[in-house]
């Protein structure tokens, strides 16, 4: 003989009680294992242990919800750690190639050249000394411009075009 099945009571807001874990499982197709987790995560029950079909549906809506904003904004994430692991592997290969020189190096080399410039140019007053002794101001001038931008020229890699003379006019007094 089949079982009768009992009616369920609906108060004035149209809720559905729901006896028990079993029927509500049957009811929503979900494994014990979800049902408990679900639980956990806060999904209403009432204080005598039985569930209110509607409350629960409305807490599994918002549960969807939540879900589904967050796999968004997870997937921003994603997006930014994917093309993060690209550059990287795009400059791993940049290196393999050659065309990526180690931080490292770069500042080594920066350093050696400012040093040869500091060099450079300490050594100036030693050679520049014999061949300015007894010159004008204005000779002298011009010579120590010409030779602190030979200095600059060659570790700059760039020729300094020379400057054009102007003519100063005489002032009639």
């Known amino acids: 003989m089949a079982k009768k099945k009992k009616s369920v009571p609906r108060g004035q807001n149209e809720s559905l009680i729901v006896r028990s874990k079993t029927a509500l499982r049957r009811m929503l197709r979900i494994s014990d294992k979800t049902l408990g987790d679900w639980i956990a995560r806060g999904m209403p029950v009432r204080p005598d242990g039985t569930f209110d079909f509607v409350e629960?549906?409305?807490?599994?809506?918002?549960?969807?919800?939540?879900?589904?904003?967050?796999?968004?904004?997870?997937?921003?994430?994603?997006?930014?750690?994917?093309?993060?692991?690209?550059?990287?592997?795009?400059?791993?290969?940049?290196?393999?190639?050659?065309?990526?020189v180690p931080r490292d190096d770069v500042e080594a080399a920066n350093v050696a050249k400012v040093l040869a410039v500091k060099r450079a140019l300490l050594a100036l007053p030693k050679q520049l000394a014999p061949a300015l002794a007894g010159r004008e101001a204005r000779e002298i001038q011009a010579y120590l411009t010409t030779r602190i931008e030979d200095v600059v020229a060659r570790f700059s890699g760039v020729a300094i075009a020379p400057k054009k003379k102007r003519r100063r006019s005489k002032k009639k007094r």
């Open 56 to 100: 629960v549906a409305r807490w599994r809506i918002h549960e969807a919800i939540d879900a589904a904003s967050r796999k968004q904004k997870g997937s921003d994430g994603e997006d930014r750690y994917r093309k993060a692991k690209a550059e990287i592997e795009e400059m791993k290969l940049a290196s393999m190639r050659g065309e990526l």
